[in-house]
């Protein structure tokens, strides 16, 4: 990236302010949306016969690659209500809810998920992506809401060498 941006990254024990070239993207895993939620089924996104919200104890961080949607909404409810209860549960976190607004579309074998993004990244994430170009997305699954899995944006590559 040609500018550097100022990023917060979401972590369970502490909110931890950094530059985007100092981002530690080694800590991600490079796989599939659909190879996440099948490795987190029998845990955190296990089903459960009532509504139930399940925050994480580690934060799950994994890198996709998928195509731009441009497909921009404000935060689901459940979305939103689940970042409250977690900022409220790491008491570390607590300024998470206000930094994810919004989510947008993100599409894999046909399948969509709606993903909550730190809304610093949606102007540059708009400014170096164009529709349809393949990117790499890192994600952090933090947990689950009426079993479904929660995993949020906290980076993005525009330009992965292997996509």
Not at 22 to 29: C, D, L, S
Not at 71 to 83: A, G, Y
Not at 93 to 106: C, G, I, P, R, S
Not at 115 to 124: D, N, R
């Amino acid at each position: 990236m040609c500018r550097r941006f100022h990023w917060t990254a979401v972590l369970l024990v502490v909110a931890l302010a950094t530059h985007a070239s100092e981002f530690n993207h080694a800590a991600y895993k490079r796989t599939t949306i659909a190879a996440f939620l099948e490795k987190h089924k029998a845990t955190e996104c296990r089903s459960h016969s009532e509504p139930t919200t399940v925050i994480s104890a580690i934060p799950h961080k994994y890198s996709i690659v998928t195509k731009f949607s441009r497909d921009l909404r404000p935060l689901s409810q459940e979305n939103s209500e689940f970042l409250i209860k977690y900022g409220k549960a790491v008491r570390s976190n607590q300024q998470t809810a206000q930094m994810y607004k919004h989510e947008f579309l993100v599409q894999e074998n046909g399948k969509d998920y709606w993903v909550p993004i730190q809304e610093q990244l949606i102007a540059p994430l708009g400014e170096e992506v164009e529709q349809g170009q393949l990117f790499e997305l890192y994600v952090a699954l933090i947990g689950a809401v009426n079993n479904r899995c929660v995993f949020i944006a906290t980076e993005f590559n525009a330009n992965p060498k292997d996509a």
